[in-house]
């Protein structure tokens, strides 16, 4: 059978950074809860926040709108929308104004043709197809390793683009929050110890998409010893 003892390794090894995964996106939802109890002493919602600091930047051309789902906070590059949840659109607190800021970050990237967005952009119709044909490649692969072992060459190549396509997500992420708590210090939006609970929640939204980079790579190295291996 194809991977065999080999295969149990990497299950534990995927299991075991899909553990940190999930410890990560759990922490993540304490500190936004944490937060989101922790009141902006201006009383700016979060949509006021995203319309104020799209102002300051000089962006008229792009709207905030309220979105749908729980942590659901997005920047729509082609339809020019920050998209806030409820929780982050009408909440007036920490959490709401981190959020807020982070998703305007994109749209302040978007507006200075940011390199690593526009790479990230550009890149997406390909990691659509790869995402798709992921599970169907793997899965031949398996069925199929003695008759056809070059099929893991196509796997290996559908995992290379969605790995480049997470780690190229990470520059991306890190920048947006970077350029938010700029703002957010500067303009005096969050003080002191609002600052550092923004900052603090807005790392730990970082820290799920490093996760994800870094299973993404040993699954993709993984793949990459296997045909190796075999030749």
């Known amino acids: 059978m194809f991977f065999s003892g080999d295969y149990m390794l990497f299950m534990i090894v995927t299991g075991a950074l ?30 006021q926040v995203a319309e104020a600091m799209l102002r300051h930047y000089n962006i008229g051309d792009v709207q905030v709108v309220e979105g749908q789902g729980f942590l659901s906070d997005h920047y ?17 607190s920490v959490a709401a104004a981190a959020v807020a800021a982070h998703e305007c970050g994109h749209a302040v990237q978007h507006d200075t043709a940011y390199s690593m967005l526009q790479l990230r952009s550009k890149m997406v ?14 899965m031949g692969a398996l069925v199929l390793a003695g008759s056809f072992p070059q099929l893991l060459l196509l796997v ?10 997470s780690f190229v997500t990470l ?4 920048d947006a929050s970077k350029r938010a708590l700029v703002w957010l210090d500067e303009t005096g939006i969050t003080r002191g110890s609002e600052y550092e609970g923004a900052k603090d929640a807005l790392w730990w939204a ?16 993984f793949l990459i010893w296997r045909y190796t291996s075999r030749q």
């Not at 119709?125 to 793997?138: C, I």
């Open 206 to 221: 970082a820290m799920t998409y490093v996760a994800a980079a870094l299973s993404a790579l040993v699954t993709l190295l």
């Open 76 to 92: 729509n590059p082609a339809t020019k929308t920050v998209a806030l949840s409820p929780e982050v659109y009408r909440g007036r």
């Open 18 to 47: 899909s553990l940190v995964g999930a410890f990560v996106s759990n922490r993540l939802k304490s500190k936004f809860n944490y937060y989101s109890q922790v009141g902006l002493s201006n009383g700016m919602s979060g949509q």
């Open 156 to 165: 290996i190549g559908a995992f290379i683009v969605t790995t480049a396509f």
């Open 125 to 138: 119709p390909a990691v659509k197809v790869a995402t798709g044909a992921q599970q169907f490649l793997l």
């Open 171 to 174: 520059p991306v992420e890190f």
